[in-house]
């Protein structure tokens, strides 16, 4: 015959494991932004696309602007699409032939976010990436819009 407070004391301590082993499982360091591969993250996070005009990835380890530029892209409609992960946001800053066009983030959640943007003549664009919540990794790229 089985001594019920044992059993009871035994399932407790099984439950009091299992739980103790998911807190410390779900309790995980942070990824060192400093140590990321970028390049694989970005082929996880960004859809894959043709035409693409201007993109860019990398790492923001302060708060330093980083700067991308195309020398000649057509007057239309694109679509920005941008990710970032480590935490905060980052800000992108577009601009065409010096002038800026508009301004978008993109918080460091695992969600893509996309934007539209009406470039008004052709010529060079420049995408500008910084954070003040550095450090962190991004991505993004820029493609005509389908609509």
């Known amino acids: 015959m089985l001594n019920f407070s044992s059993t009871r004391r035994r399932a407790c301590l099984v439950a009091m494991t299992a739980g103790a082993l998911l807190g410390v499982s779900g309790c995980q360091a942070p990824v060192n ?5 970028v390049p694989a993250w970005r082929d996880k996070v ?3 696309v043709n035409g693409v ?3 860019d990835s990398g790492k923001i380890l302060n708060r330093d602007e980083l700067v991308k530029e195309a020398p000649s892209v057509p007057a239309g409609t694109y679509t920005l699409t941008m990710a970032c992960d480590g935490g905060g946001k980052a800000y992108f800053a577009v601009s065409s032939g010096g002038n800026k066009i508009t301004d978008a983030a993109a918080a460091c959640n695992g969600n893509l976010d996309v934007v539209k943007i009406k470039v008004p003549g052709t010529g060079s664009l420049s995408i500008s ?4 919540d550095a450090p962190l990794i991004y991505a993004y790229h820029m493609v005509p819009a389908t609509s």
Do not use: Y
């Open 33 to 37: 932004i400093a140590d990321a591969d």
């Open 46 to 48: 960004l859809p894959a």
């Open 129 to 132: 990436t910084s954070s003040v």
């Open 53 to 55: 005009v201007l993109e």
